[in-house]
């Protein structure tokens, strides 16, 4: 499903280079700007293949993502991210995504950590390429609409689990986790788009579906995602800001 977002990857040297156009079915709803979840999973993508790289042949999980906008995103053109690692440890890796718009200005960066997952029977090949071409195959209706994303009521949203929502570890995709703490908060600020997002994820979403339920106050706002299928198990915590309101 997010391969229809239509980011490519390529290798330079140390750094990893990605691409995307934005279409309208990326926006916020009742905006001309980008989704702040679709930079999450832009940068989650870079920093998983740099991950990829360092920990190979285990699969790389994420820890916490943080990302933070200069100024609202814009709502059209081409956006251009480059990931670089920051650290390289035994147990947890870091990186860094800077995000550019069309003419080359900064808009957004994030940092993200990983670790290894702990099933060890999850693997990835030991030569890898970390290229990755655009999908052909792009959106054809609002990201949500396409996850089933649902705003229930005022501060709650719901995403169902799905097979084409899923990770290399079988479990909900991180971008989208974003995207359901997101749907949140905008349900409490309608016609608003985020500032910053993040996420620290606690545990996976296996079942599904996650519910994201978010408090929001003078523009910042406390957010838990859960996995209704087990029990109501907290998988993130994630703070958000608004731009209108700060």
């Known amino acids: ?38 930079l999450a999973t832009w940068a989650d993508m870079l920093g998983g293949l740099l991950a990829v790289r360092e920990m190979r042949p285990r699969v790389p ?17 081409l956006v251009s991210g480059v990931g670089r690692a920051v650290k390289t440890g035994r147990s947890v890796f870091v990186a860094e995504v800077s995000f550019f718009d069309g003419s080359g200005e900064a808009f957004a960066f994030a940092t993200l950590s990983f670790m290894a997952a702990r099933d060890t ?77 993040s996420l620290r994820y606690l545990g996976p979403v296996r079942t599904g579906p996650a519910v994201a339920l978010a408090d929001l106050k003078s523009g910042l706002a406390q957010v838990e995602v859960r996995d209704a299928g087990r029990q109501d198990r907290l998988a993130v915590l994630a703070t958000a800001r608004t731009f209108a309101r700060l």
């Open 61 to 77: 999980v994420t820890l916490d993502l943080d990302i933070h906008l200069y100024r609202p995103a814009p709502g059209s053109g």
């Open 121 to 197: 029977s999850l693997t990835v090949p030991e030569v890898t390429s970390v290229d990755a071409p655009a999908s052909i195959e792009r959106l054809s209706m609002p990201l949500a609409a396409r996850a089933g994303m649902k705003r229930e009521s005022a501060g709650l949203a719901v995403l169902p689990r799905s097979d084409d929502g899923l990770n290399s570890s079988n479990t909900v995709n991180g971008g989208l986790i974003a995207l359901c703490a997101e749907e949140a908060v905008l349900s409490l600020a309608l016609g608003d788009t985020l500032s910053s997002l």
């Open 1 to 38: 499903m997010l391969l229809e977002l239509g980011f490519s990857v390529r290798s330079d040297g140390r750094l990893l280079r990605g691409s995307g156009e934005i279409t309208p079915h990326m926006r916020v709803p009742g905006t001309k700007n980008l989704r702040l979840s679709v």
